[in-house]
C-alpha cells in the first residue's frame, strides 16, 4: 500500500471520525438545534445542503466495504441498527411495572358517602359533575361543623351555583341553568383541581362502572361551551355598545350619559344613549353609540359619517338630543 492511499486512509478515518462526533452532538441536543434552525432560515438551508453533500455514515459505508478490517477497529463509528419487534413479543411496548398508570378509583354514591368525614369516617371527599375530590386539607369548611359539610359525601354541583342547600337543593342535575351557572360551574371545577387532589369519579349521572363519560356528561360539557361562547359574544356586543352610565334622582329622574371608559369599556370615543334591543330579550338596555366615521362592521367604508346609529337595533330615547352624550329620561 502506498504512501497516498495510506494518507488518504487516515484523512478518511479523521474526517469521519469528526463527523460522528458532530453527529453525536447534534443528536444529544436534537431539540435545541431544531428550534435555532427553525428561527433561522439560512441556517437550516445551510444544514440541510451540507448533509446531502457530506453524509457521514454514506461516507463510511464504501471504506467498511473496501477495507473489511477495518469494521472491527471503528465499529463505534457505525450507527447502530434499528431495532425490529418479533412477532408476539412486547418487550418494545410494555412499559415498565414501576411507571404503569395506576387504575383510577371509582365510587358508588354509598362509598362516597362513607367519606363525608363524619363520626370517624373517611375523608372528607366531595364530588362535582362527577369528579371526586380529596378536601380534607380543608376539613374546616367541609368537616363536620363546617360552613361547607352538607357538599362532602356527595355531588351536590346544582348548589355551587343556585346557593339552595337544602336537601332537594344539594343535586348533582345541572340542567337548565343560566349561562352565568354553567361558566361558575366549569369555575368551581378548576377552583378543585387547583387546591385539591383528585381521587376519582362517581358513578352515576357523570360516569358509567367502567369509569367512561355519560351521555349526560357530553350535554354539561356542551352547555358549559355555549355558556362561554354566549360570554364572548355579549363582551363583543359590549365593546360594540358599551352601557351607558347611570343616576336616578327623585326630581329629575334617570340620567344617562356616556365618557370614554363608561360600561368599564375603554375606548377612544364618548358616543351617544340610544337604546339597545337584542333579539330574545325582552327589555332593552341603554348602550353609548359610536355616532361618527364607518360603522363597527365595515370600517373601510368610504362616504360614512354615522358610525353605528344605523344599527337596525337601536332606538332614541324621547325628548332627548339626539346628538348629545346626555340625556335624562323616564326609564322603562
Not at 362527577?130 to 360552613?147: A, Q
Not at 352538607?150 to 345541572?174: H, K, N, P, W
Not at 365618557?259 to 334591543?277: H, N
Request: glycine share 8%.
Amino acid at each position: 500500500m502506498n504512501s497516498f492511499v495510506k494518507t488518504f486512509m487516515v484523512a478518511s478515518v479523521c474526517v469521519a471520525l469528526a463527523g460522528v462526533i458532530i453527529q453525536e452532538v447534534i443528536e444529544r441536543h436534537k431539540a435545541e438545534i431544531s428550534q435555532i434552525l427553525d428561527e433561522n432560515p439560512s441556517l437550516k438551508v445551510a444544514s440541510e445542503t451540507a448533509q446531502e453533500i457530506f453524509p457521514v455514515f454514506r461516507f463510511l459505508r464504501p471504506i467498511f466495504t473496501y477495507f473489511p478490517s477495518l469494521r472491527k477497529v471503528l465499529s463505534f463509528l457505525q450507527p447502530t441498527p434499528e431495532s425490529t419487534p418479533t412477532t408476539g413479543s412486547t418487550s418494545h411496548t410494555t412499559p415498565p411495572t414501576s411507571i404503569k398508570k395506576m387504575k383510577e378509583k371509582l365510587f358508588t354514591p354509598e362509598q362516597l358517602k362513607a367519606y363525608d368525614g363524619k363520626d370517624g369516617n373517611k375523608g372528607p371527599y366531595l364530588a362535582i359533575l362527577g369528579r371526586v375530590y380529596n378536601v380534607r386539607k380543608g376539613k374546616k369548611h367541609y368537616g363536620p361543623g363546617g360552613g361547607y359539610e352538607f357538599f362532602s359525601g356527595r355531588d351536590a354541583s346544582r348548589a355551587y351555583v343556585s346557593g339552595d342547600f337544602t336537601e332537594a337543593g344539594l343535586i348533582d342535575d345541572v340542567s337548565g341553568l343560566s349561562s352565568t351557572d354553567y361558566i361558575g360551574l366549569d369555575e368551581w371545577v378548576k377552583f378543585y383541581n387547583t387546591d385539591y387532589k383528585y381521587v376519582g369519579k362517581l358513578i352515576g349521572r357523570y360516569y358509567d362502572e367502567n369509569g367512561e363519560p355519560t351521555p349526560y356528561y357530553y350535554d354539561t360539557q356542551r352547555w358549559i361551551a355555549q355558556a362561554f361562547a354566549e360570554k364572548e359574544n355579549d363582551n363583543q356586543e359590549k365593546k360594540m355598545f358599551p352601557p351607558c352610565n347611570s343616576e336616578w334622582n327623585p326630581e329629575t329622574g334617570s340620567r344617562l350619559w356616556c365618557t370614554k371608559r363608561s360600561g368599564g369599556i375603554e375606548r377612544d370615543w364618548v358616543g351617544v344613549p340610544r337604546k339597545l334591543f337584542m333579539p330574545g330579550q325582552s327589555k332593552s338596555r341603554c348602550a353609548c353609540v359610536k355616532n361618527f366615521g364607518p360603522p363597527s362592521h365595515d370600517p373601510k367604508r368610504i362616504n360614512h359619517d354615522r358610525g353605528d346609529l344605523d344599527h337596525p337595533n337601536l332606538q332614541e330615547y324621547p325628548k332627548c338630543v339626539p346628538d348629545q352624550p346626555e340625556c335624562y329620561v323616564k326609564l322603562d
